[in-house]
């Protein structure tokens, strides 16, 4: 197992080139399966939940090539015919779980394992099965597994998404593109992961109506083909590198290959801050102010704050002049985090879904434990700003979402080096 030691403190001052994104790649390589000949995606990021996923995908006897140097994910669903995703890869990542989705619409059956434990509290699928039964799928659970089984070509109706969810919108409409008559899902997610499958699907040949509104209506076209296309950025790590680069006052970052329209409201809550903020076409300049205003937050479905970026914003407040709350309304307790940042020297304290933070204090470095991926990703951020040696243990979680982030890292004058963690 790795860890990171970080010495601090340390201004950030370069570039930094944003990598694809892990969240928009896995739902391309899973409608990849649906096409008749091999998709290629480009811009596919060197991630451990991407070579899980092509495991995932590999075991139903789909061809899967990998270039690393180009980052470049070729899917050749040629020999699929095994159509199963067992636990031992399903409990490593929750997507895995667009398999079911993605085989019975093509197939018309399935077997995938219930994604496992979570790492900070629940996150059902209730909505995923409910709506595939919808739809007309028969599906039941079976020792940990649901099978699902659809006839050649399903009714459909109409499912409303309470609450929405990426998820099962991916899901949803991976079932629905070969296999309904007509399928709509209302409150369905507008996050730029979803717009993108949808738009990708389309160019695959597939009818999708509503695309970028909270309600998709698809109906079944007889085949799919495969295409050339490209990732999204990632726009979490865009967002984590801005808050990375205004929480030390001396640093100033240029972004780049930003996919800029991805950012949502983002951009102007970052303002708030006071930092100052360019946006190029495909690039983010960030220069840190000489004090961080106090600014609270409440996550929300895109365009509003992503749940996924509260942590590092949380963490980035423990700088500021003031006080300030972070509110999760999608993940209710996603603060395991919290504890590691007070170890740190950082006032925080938990009340229901918000945590309320009091600043500037100065924060000193210790050993932290990783706990998922973004609540890892701020323990960095918050050994960048510590002074002396932060040891963030258990890194395995953060390989998971963020490409080279030691390189990128030390690349704009950060100390941060990579080892073998003592067990
Ligand atoms: C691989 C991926 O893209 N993961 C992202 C995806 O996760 P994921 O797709 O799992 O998250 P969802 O959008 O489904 O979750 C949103 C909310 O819906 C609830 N819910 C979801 C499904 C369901 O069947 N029943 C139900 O109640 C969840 O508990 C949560 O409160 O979107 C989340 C919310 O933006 C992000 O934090 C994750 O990074
Ligand atoms: C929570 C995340 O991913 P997953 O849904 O795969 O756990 C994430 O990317 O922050």
Not at 227 to 241: L, M, Q, V
Not at 331 to 356: K, Q, W
Not at 401 to 421: C, H, S, W
Request: include cysteine; hydrophobic fraction near 40%; charged fraction near 25%.
């Amino acid at each position: 197992m790795d860890k990171f030691i970080i010495e601090g403190p340390t201004p950030l001052k370069g570039t930094i080139p944003i990598s694809g994104s892990k969240n928009a790649a896995l739902p391309l390589m899973a409608a990849a399966i649906l096409g008749n000949s091999p998709t290629t995606i480009k811009n596919v990021p060197k991630l451990r939940d991407i070579y899980t996923f092509n495991n995932v995908i590999r075991v139903t006897g789909t061809h899967v090539n990998f270039d690393e140097e180009e980052s470049t994910l070729t899917i050749d669903p040629a020999n699929l015919a095994h159509l199963e995703a067992p636990y031992e890869l399903v409990r490593k990542m929750r997507a895995s779980f667009y398999m079911l989705g993605a085989l019975l619409g093509k197939f018309g059956q399935a077997k995938v394992s219930l994604p496992g434990g979570c790492a900070w509290g629940p996150r059902p699928v209730d909505l995923h099965l409910e709506g595939m039964r919808k739809m007309g799928a028969d599906i039941k659970l079976d020792e940990g597994y649901v099978i699902a089984r659809a006839p050649k070509m399903m009714e459909g109706g109409t499912f409303k998404l309470e609450p929405s969810s990426v998820g099962a919108t991916i899901n949803l409409v991976l079932a629905s593109v070969l296999r309904v008559k007509e399928f709509t899902i209302k409150n369905a997610a507008k996050e730029p992961d979803v717009v993108l499958l949808c738009k990708r699907l389309v160019e695959m040949g597939a009818d999708i109506e509503g695309i970028g509104t909270s309600t998709l209506t698809v109906r079944a076209v007889d085949s799919l083909d495969g295409i050339s296309t490209r990732n999204a950025a990632d726009r979490i790590e865009t967002g984590t590198f801005m808050i990375a680069a205004a929480m030390h006052p001396e640093s100033e970052v240029t972004l780049t290959n930003v996919d800029v329209d991805d950012l949502g409201e983002f951009p102007d809550t970052f303002r708030k801050v006071g930092a100052e903020v360019e946006i190029g076409e495909d690039s983010v300049y960030v220069k840190a102010p000489a004090k961080l205003s106090p600014t609270s937050i409440k996550t929300e479905i895109y365009p509003g704050f992503p749940t996924d970026l509260q942590a590092q914003w949380a963490t980035m407040m423990t700088q500021a002049e003031g006080k300030s709350s972070v509110t999760d309304t999608i993940y209710y307790d996603r603060f395991s985090y919290v504890p590691e940042i007070t170890r740190l020297g950082a006032n925080m304290e938990v009340e229901e879904n918000t945590v309320h933070i009091e600043g500037k204090t100065p924060l000193k470095g210790a050993s932290v434990m990783s706990t998922d991926l973004r609540a890892s990703v701020s323990l960095v951020l918050a050994g960048m700003v510590a002074e002396g040696k932060t040891d963030v243990l258990r890194i395995y979680h953060l390989d998971r979402g963020y490409e080279d982030l030691e390189e990128k890292l030390t690349n704009v004058g950060a100390r941060i080096r990579r080892t073998q963690q003592e067990e």
